[in-house]
């Protein structure tokens, strides 16, 4: 019997699979289509920028009325405004850095996670508060260039998502950034040694050149940022803080304030020297310790004669020390701590003050290991001091006795910085960036575990 079923009708009436595309391509897709919207919002960015410089052009009418006018760090503070003149429009090429995500700071916890091989150089955290951004370097799905990546988190820690991050690449000499620290969920800046500041959460960073030399810290607090710019650095790849032999401080207001020079002088001075309070702040530069308020001067503070001691690393030009101060520390009140010697070998110190660092009182560094480099000292505002090392983070809740803290760990290499937002919360960053992790307490430093950055 004939079939008269057509086998080519036959065939097309079967069911198809669809092939699913190559791994990646609905990442390469959306990454192509955010790069796009940065183009298309650079080109109107710039559309903008030529009617205000026209509006700028024409006369101005005369008027005859007068003008009056209104004259924690967590690692993390004349001239014209930030955005007229001391600051430059970030680029928005499309490189990795500058156009992988827009996302700000308050989306944290809503986007794509961060790179694989993520290796986290700095963390802040807002005061009091759980949200917070890390700044590092990104892994291999950044490209063959150098890609700077910021990642956020609402939770402190638990969960991280990619932000925007500012078009520079990681510190090379006098350029690119290393470091974080924002005041609020808006106003932060990226620095180390270039600096960056950015008033809408990170969806947009400019480039500020009014403070000069190479950026070495910076402070924020109570409406105010500090930033230190060093001079005569034989700055060479990721060290561009070595051998800097004098300082300029600068002071701006959080919202897009002009930065301003507030003093200057010689001596090194290396990240975490700059410390502020809600009213007060210090800076440790060489063997000189300088103070001042938040909005006044700053001068060098003598030891008084009738100090009961006078700490070793404020007598000599070689000496090198860490500063903490409690929040309430003043020439009036609060304690402010010091701890010097703090390179491997050396005799280890820890002094306090109770008057802005005109005496002090010599305490002791019983269980802190010799062999230990000393790289960073925090206090809580409930008391306990914070000291992260070489060999591991210690606490101690009298400046005499200290403990080591419980690491869930082994972190070969120890501690390069260590912060507390609360009495009970706080971050560490490993030295080794390749473990892609900082590390969190919520004990007051008794104890950490690591938040992984992925």
């Not at 924002?182 to 040694?193: K, L, V």
């Not at 090392?389 to 803290?405: C, E, K, L, V």
Request: glycine content about 14%; proline content about 7%.
């Amino acid at each position: 019997m004939t079939n008269h079923r057509d086998p080519i009708e036959q065939w097309l009436s079967k069911d198809i699979e669809l092939l699913q595309p190559p791994q990646g391509t609905f990442r390469r897709v959306r990454r192509r289509a955010r790069q796009r919207k940065a183009v298309q919002a650079a080109g109107v960015a710039a559309g903008v920028a030529v009617l205000v410089a026209a509006g700028a052009a024409l006369p101005r009418l005369t008027s005859n009325h007068s003008q009056g006018g209104n004259p924690y760090k967590v690692g993390t503070s004349s001239p014209s405004h930030a955005t007229s003149g001391s600051a430059k429009p970030a680029s928005r090429t499309p490189r990795p850095s500058a156009s992988r995500h827009l996302l700000p700071l308050s989306s944290a916890g809503t986007g794509e996670r961060p790179p694989a091989g993520f290796r986290p150089s700095s963390v802040t955290f807002i005061q009091q508060g759980a949200l917070g951004a890390v700044i590092g370097q990104g892994g291999p799905s950044c490209g063959p260039a150098p890609c700077t990546v910021v990642a956020a988190t609402r939770n402190y820690g638990q969960r991280w998502t990619e932000i925007a991050a500012p078009p520079a690449g990681p510190p090379a000499g006098s350029s690119g950034v290393s470091q974080i620290r924002f005041a609020d969920s808006r106003d932060g800046w990226a620095f180390g040694p270039q600096l960056y500041a950015t008033h809408d959460g990170g969806a947009r960073w400019a480039k500020i050149t009014s403070v000069g030399g190479v950026v070495v810290d910076l402070s924020t607090v109570s409406g105010r940022v500090l930033a230190v710019g060093a001079a005569g650095c034989k700055a060479t790849g990721a060290k561009y803080a070595a051998g800097c032999t004098s300082f300029m401080l600068y002071r701006a207001r959080t919202t897009r304030g002009s930065w301003q020079t507030v003093t200057g002088g010689s001596g090194l001075v290396t990240p975490g020297a700059l410390q502020l309070t809600p009213g007060y702040g210090y800076l440790l530069a060489g063997h000189r310790l300088w103070a001042g308020s938040l909005r006044g001067a700053w001068r060098p503070v003598l030891v008084s004669p009738a100090s009961p001691v006078t700490p070793a690393c404020l007598t000599s030009a070689a000496g090198h020390g860490l500063i903490a101060p409690t929040p309430a520390s003043s020439p009036s009140g609060g304690t402010l701590y010091l701890v010097c010697g703090v390179a491997a070998g050396q005799k280890r110190t820890v002094y306090a003050s109770g008057d802005g660092g005109r005496s002090w009182q010599a305490g002791a560094a019983r269980g802190l290991p010799a062999s230990a480099t000393a790289t960073s000292l925090a206090v809580s505002p409930a008391g306990p001091l914070v000291l992260a090392t070489s060999a591991g983070i210690y606490f101690s809740t009298d400046a005499r006795a200290w403990h080591r803290a419980a690491v869930h760990q082994q972190v070969t290499g120890g501690f390069g910085f260590v912060g507390m937002t609360t009495a009970a919360s706080g971050v560490a960053v490993p030295v080794n960036s390749g473990l892609h992790e900082v590390f969190i307490t919520r004990d007051g430093g008794r104890s950490w575990r690591r938040s992984v950055i992925r």
